[in-house]
């Protein structure tokens, strides 16, 4: 078996253009949090020599470094979603959201045989300097609207998706939603997969529209008077009996309260959140987009009680363990 450091160096020969690597984590507060390490100096910590410090209120980094995948999104730059734990502890950290998605999603496929994938919806407001929404030349004027992708305004989302195809992160979907605010769709993964490639998605995002001295905002009310943004999360699971996913549903529904206060962690969180958007009532419907929870398929679920100031981890592994609820004592 290899050891990190052949790994690591096996990554390296096939991309010889990398000269540094993010060792990135996301805080419980859903802050992305990255360390900047020369390509040497990582071979020497995947060496087994050390682990890499930081201070405890900032989590500690695993000390392992090799993780699923490393991804290229900015040139000569590979980037690394770490697991945080800590050093010579009698038994492992156990409060480290990605870990806990992991051993979530692990608990799940033993105990159901299930296997889980999500896909997210971004939705972002571009802000010029003086943090004022963007009004191009022909406005982002509507739902899907042709109008609203012209000009410059479809060369930066195209950028966009080049970019993250680049970095093996595919998209469903782009188009203009209300005025001033874009969608942009990513494809369903595996779970841990797919909040990494969210993460990694929206750091993207935000650094091409800074090259371009523009701002991606993702938070719940960027403006005052402008409009409001969620990240929807679409989980769908399979192997599972019609009668297991209402369960599983049923465990998410009764635990609705709970799970807004991983998903909308923040006041404007709410603000948002009203009767006519985003859903302000506990209940799911198919059509309705104004309930927290959308069905679109027996096993496909929409759950729209979630924007950018969650931690994803967290949240995702939230409405597992709900769901798990539901399924163990056979919730209706």
């Not at 692990?106 to 003086?130: H, P, Q, T």
């Not at 769908?236 to 206060?261: P, R, T, W, Y």
């Amino acid at each position: 078996m290899p050891s990190h450091r052949q790994e690591l160096e096996a990554l390296l020969r096939m991309n010889d253009s990398i000269k540094y690597i993010r060792i990135q984590w996301t805080d419980y507060s859903g802050v992305l949090r990255a360390r900047f390490i020369p390509v040497d100096r990582c071979l020497e910590i995947a060496s087994g020599s050390e682990i890499i410090h930081l201070a405890q209120n900032n989590m500690v980094s695993a000390p392992r470094l090799v993780v699923p995948a490393a991804r290229r999104l900015q040139a000569g730059h590979a980037t690394v979603m770490s697991i945080v734990d800590q050093k010579d502890a009698p038994k492992r950290f156990d409060k480290c959201p990605r870990m806990l998605l992991f051993q979530s999603l692990k608990r799940l496929k033993a105990e159901w045989d299930a296997k889980v994938l999500v896909g997210f919806e971004i939705e972002l407001v571009l802000l010029d300097g003086s943090d004022n929404v963007l009004h191009p030349r022909v406005r982002l004027n509507g739902y899907s609207r042709t109008a609203g992708l012209r000009g410059e305004t479809l060369k930066l989302v195209e950028e966009i998706a080049e970019a993250l195809e680049e970095s093996c992160i595919k998209i469903h979907r782009f188009h203009t939603d209300v005025q001033g605010k874009l969608e942009i769709a990513l494809a369903p993964e595996p779970a841990l997969e797919g909040v990494d490639s969210l993460v990694l998605a929206q750091e993207a995002i935000r650094a091409i529209c800074v090259r371009r001295n523009l701002k991606a905002a993702t938070t719940p009310k960027p403006t005052l008077s402008g409009p409001s943004n969620g990240l929807h999360l679409h989980l769908s699971i399979g192997k599972l009996e019609q009668a297991l996913v209402d369960h599983f549903l049923a465990g998410v529904l009764n635990h609705m309260g709970a799970l807004c206060a991983f998903g909308m962690a923040n006041h404007n969180s709410y603000v948002r959140s009203t009767s006519n958007a985003a859903g302000a009532w506990i209940g799911f419907g198919t059509d309705n987009r104004d309930l927290p929870v959308r069905k679109i398929s027996d096993q496909h679920w929409e759950f729209r009680m979630m924007d950018s100031t969650a931690n994803p981890y967290l949240f995702t592994a939230a409405i597992l363990l709900a769901g798990l609820d539901g399924l163990e004592h056979k919730q209706n």
